[in-house]
């Protein structure tokens, strides 16, 4: 049992440390002013694009990369200078990196071994852990017999086995297809609720992280954009780019000037007729002629085939059996929406939209930030 705890953590790589393929200059941090805290037994999942330092974070906090400056404690214990050994942690990277020609039992019990524990210490503790990942089945089993997915279980297994305060896992489902991903997904969090070890997983996927984690953290550039539960980054999103990242699909991101007329504040469009009332919620931060974006969820729009409001061609209709998504252009953009009521549409049929105004979202097209109404 751990909780853990990263103040003001920066990292740049040396010269030295260069990879093969950097994709940026030496001089930038890969993680800039990282602080955050998460509490023990929770599940953290540290999500963002590719790049955006979470592996770094990761291999930072299980003692694999030097850190530039700041101070990480596990407990109230800074481990800033403490072997990777003596961090009790475990370790799951997305390459399952299995012992070929050890069996999955020897696998899991390498690192006991090395520990020097007993064979019936050991046989013990992998009793425990192999049915919570299913591989109490693949004991006998080399590695090579088995699937990706299945080498992944093992490989977790085998992080888990030493019963380590924190468990930290790379990016584990990265390799495994859709359906295998959606299995072991559920496996892990049983897992985790079984164990009750403080876990971190680090993934680009945010399904994963919303699905996975009670306490998200949203990463670009090495900067933390947002740290809350999987609700608060979904209904109340800190800025544009969490607004974009969380949800499937993404939040539409319009850009608007507010115009003020008789009967109050619209959001304005350019190149289109379509205006949305701006919130009440709003109104004592926009101004008449402000340029704004307008952020709202597909499912956020009502579809209407009637109405009042401005008529819009559907451009694009994409039915999915159990959904369909549209999409109309406001401008030089394009909305995406989802349908209601086994509503079909084909391109060219004219629709009517009503925004909940209650659900929009405003952020400054400067900063990207969220605007805060009322
Ligand atoms: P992510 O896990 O989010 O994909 P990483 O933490 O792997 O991102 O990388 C963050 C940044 O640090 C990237 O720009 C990457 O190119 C750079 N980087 C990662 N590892 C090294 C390294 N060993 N040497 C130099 N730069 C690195």
């Known amino acids: ?123 013990k503790s992998i009793d425990k852990v192999a049915p919570l990942l299913k591989v109490d089945e693949l004991l006998t089993m080399k590695p090579s017999a088995l699937s990706g997915g299945q080498k992944q279980r093992v490989n977790i297994a085998r992080a888990i086995v030493r019963e380590p305060g924190l468990l930290l896992l790379d990016e584990p489902l990265s390799h495994l297809d859709g359906k295998m991903r959606q299995t072991l997904r559920q496996e892990i969090k049983r897992m985790h609720h079984e164990i009750e070890c403080t876990t971190i997983i680090v993934t680009h996927d945010q399904i994963e992280a919303m699905s996975l984690a009670d306490v998200i953290i949203i990463m670009k550039d090495g900067v ?20 974009g990242f969380i949800g499937e699909p993404p939040m539409n991101l319009l850009k608007s000037v507010i115009v003020k007329t008789q009967d109050g504040f619209y959001f304005s469009f350019k190149d289109s007729d379509l205006r949305v009332k701006v919130p009440d919620f709003y109104r004592s931060v926009v101004k008449d002629g402000m340029s704004v974006t307008l952020g709202v969820r597909p499912v956020d729009v009502i579809i209407t085939k009637t109405g009042t409001s401005t008529p819009i061609p559907v451009a694009v209709y994409e039915n999915f059996g159990d959904e369909g998504r549209l999409s109309v252009r406001v401008g030089g953009e394009l909305l995406n929406l989802t349908t209601q009521d086994n509503m079909v549409f084909k391109r060219g049929d004219i629709i009517h939209l009503e925004f909940n105004s209650a659900k929009t979202h405003l952020f400054d097209p400067e900063t990207g930030n969220k605007i805060q109404g009322e």
Not at 11 to 36: C, M, Q, T, W
Not at 224 to 243: K, R, W
């Open 224 to 243: 933390l954009q947002q740290l809350g539960t999987p609700l608060e980054v979904y209904d109340q999103p800190a800025n544009e780019f969490v607004a």
């Open 1 to 123: 049992m751990a909780q853990i705890r990263l103040k003001n953590v920066f990292k740049r790589y040396d010269d030295g440390e260069k990879k093969l393929f950097v994709k940026k200059h030496v001089n930038d941090f890969a993680v800039k002013n990282l602080s955050f805290e998460c509490k023990d037994k929770s599940f953290i999942g540290i999500l963002g694009p590719s790049g955006c330092g979470k592996s770094t974070t990761l291999r930072m906090i299980a003692g694999l990369e030097k850190i530039t400056s700041g101070e990480m404690f596990i407990d109230d214990v800074c481990i800033n200078n403490l072997l990777p050994k003596d961090r009790n942690i475990g370790l799951a990277f997305e390459d399952y990196a299995l012992y070929p020609p050890l069996s999955v039992y020897d696998n899991l019990a390498f690192n006991l071994r090395a520990k020097k524990l007993s064979e019936a210490q050991i046989k």
